[in-house]
Structures are given as C-alpha cells and as structure tokens.
C-alpha cells in the first residue's frame, strides 16, 4: 500500500493520516463528499497479478480501471455512500477478494480524489451516524461476458483504442499489460461487441467469459464452439500477433505542435515540404502538424532523418491506426 498512497502524495488531498488537506482540514468535508462518490481499490498495476486474481476482477461487472499518470487503480463499484461501499467491500473479502482500501472518486471517466485510510472511514462513520450490517448477503452470481483486445508487452494508452468503449487495462505477473472492452451479462451481446470490436480492425480478439470468480470456456457459457477451435481457459503468456488487421496501421512524421499560429520562419520550412496535414487534439487544442504516409515504420524514419537534415530538429515518427494519432511504440506493438 505504500506504493500505491505515495502515488497521490502530490494530488489535491493527502491520503496518509499524518498529512491535511490544503485546507487545513483532514479528509474531506461532507459537502464535498457529497459531489463524490465511493469505490473499492483492489489492487494496482504497482505489484503483480496472477491469473487466478485476474480472472477474479474480470467476474465483476463493476470491475473497471482508473488511470493517474503511469499509475492503474483496479476498482470494484461506484457507491453513493460509504456504507454501501463497505457492506460491499465486506462480500467482496468474504468471497475470496482481497481489498486495499475504500476511495473517492468522480468524473466521467472516473478519477480518484482521495484514497481513505481506516482513520478517515471511522470519522465518516461517526459525522453521519452510519450502521453497517454484520450478517453476510448471499449475492446471485452473474455470468460475465468481455472481449479481449489482445495481449502486450508494453502499455497501450486508452486513447490508442480509439472509439471502443470500457477500455480495461491489467497487468499480469507474466509482464504483459492485457486489454479488454465491454462487459456483458448475456453471450448475445458479448458476440454483437466482438463483431463490432473485428470491424475496427482487432482481428486476434476474442470473446472471455467469467463464472463465479473463475474464468470458464466458451462451451460451459453457452457457446456453440467448432472442434477446430481451442477453447482453453489458461491466460497465455504469448503477446498477440498482429493485433490490428495488417494494412491499419500507417506511420507518419510529426514536425511540430502549435497551440496558437506558426512562426513564420518555420511556415516556411513546412511549405517547402509540402503536403503538411494540420490535426488538432481536442483535448488539448494544439495542433499537430503531420508529414507523409508510410507502410513501415523503416521508411518513416528514413524520411524523418532527411527532413532532420533539412532543419526540423524535432520531427520524430508517430503511428497512424484509422486516422487516429498513436505512438510508434504503440503501432510496432500492434503490428508485430
């Protein structure tokens, strides 16, 4: 856990019992927890899983992951109140789950606000009067259906999947970072996702399916399954080949980055290039501005070192899957 509390040390809220807040106040006020909600950390990407633990998380329909920096938070819930959260937390543990710690969270997509130590839950018990059921609640165990993007050896950032929705991001004691998108109760949906997961170009993804904590074959959660396929249940520790269908990925060379006008000395150097392609980052409303099309990531960086030595000291290659901006890193890994 210490790992995983010095990871917020510089956030807006300390979570170490010795620190306060930047108000002066230690936890949050109830005002402020009032905008928040509650989830349960059960792990992060700063200490190793194994494949029994991840297939336990996968089981959870409210298994999602939550990113801060190079940090991943594995988390189980949304939870308007913290009593629900620890009720939660108490099955959780009492069916085989370790847990971490209880945190705030808000945002869509979600970010963590405060991770709660035992101190700061005991005062927000006592400021709202909260009774927490003993007795253990019998849940009904749900079939759990999602899409597996496929298996790397480095970190894919959410952004480089593009379009696809509930983007989840594990990383396995075996050193590879495993994708998945979607989650679905019923195997009808879980096929239309795969579907439309194949249309976008992952041609190595495949369906997933978890029963009570266990991940279980396609067979035993109701799939018509052909003799040819291999329908086995073990995580391999082999990256996905050719993730993306061949063809998808293209390289380009970027030359710059501006948030306002280009400086007329370098419009010049672009204009004498030619064919430079302005794409802004919505999110951030710079505007990149892009050079060529390439098959291999070899000729883009042949043709990245010939503009270097016309001048453009800070051009460098970027991956290009579907129109949409990746790293290089990223697009090698896609394509190998």
């Known amino acids: 856990m210490e790992r995983l509390y010095k990871a917020y040390i510089d956030s807006n809220y300390y979570v170490d019992e010795k620190h306060v807040t930047k108000s002066g106040e230690e936890g949050l006020s109830r005002k402020k927890r009032s905008n928040l909600k509650y989830t349960i950390v059960i792990g992060s990407n700063s200490k190793e899983i194994s494949a029994n633990d991840l297939h336990k998380y996968l089981s959870h329909k409210d298994f999602k992951t939550i990113e801060r920096g190079d940090s991943v938070f594995y988390v189980i819930g949304g939870f308007e109140s913290i009593k629900e959260a620890i009720e939660k937390r108490k099955q959780l543990e009492n069916e085989g789950l370790k847990t971490e710690s209880i945190a ?14 035992n101190k700061n839950i005991k005062q927000i018990i006592k400021e709202e009067n909260i009774l927490i059921e003993t007795n253990e609640v019998a849940t009904k165990k749900e079939m759990i ?35 998945y998108s979607g989650v679905y109760n019923n195997k009808e949906d879980a096929a239309k996702h795969k579907i439309e997961v194949l249309s976008k170009g992952y041609s190595n993804s495949y369906i997933v399916a978890f029963n009570e904590g266990k991940r279980i074959s396609l067979e035993e959660a109701g799939f018509d399954v052909k003799e040819s396929y291999d329908d086995v249940v073990e995580e391999s520790s082999v990256p996905t080949k050719e993730a993306i269908t061949k063809g998808l990925i293209k390289f380009k060379v970027q030359i710059g980055a501006y948030k306002n006008d280009i400086p007329t000395d370098v419009l010049d150097v672009y204009l004498q290039l030619g064919q430079v392609l302005p794409k802004i980052d919505p999110s951030t409303g710079i505007t990149k501005y892009l050079v060529g099309t ?9 043709y990245k070192n010939n503009i270097v030595q016309k001048g453009v000291l800070d051009a460098f290659v970027i991956g290009d899957f579907n129109g949409k901006i990746i790293s290089a890193r990223e697009a090698l890994e896609f394509t190998k």
């Open 104 to 117: 705030l969270i808000n945002g869509v997509p979600s970010q963590v606000q405060k991770i709660l130590s």
């Open 145 to 179: 259906y999602r899409v597996q993007l496929g298996a790397f050896n480095i970190k894919i950032s959410k952004e480089a999947f593009g379009s696809l929705n509930q983007i989840e991001e594990v990383k396995g004691n075996d050193g590879l970072y495993r994708y």
């Open 294 to 302: 390439f098959d291999t990531y070899e000729e883009a960086t042949k």
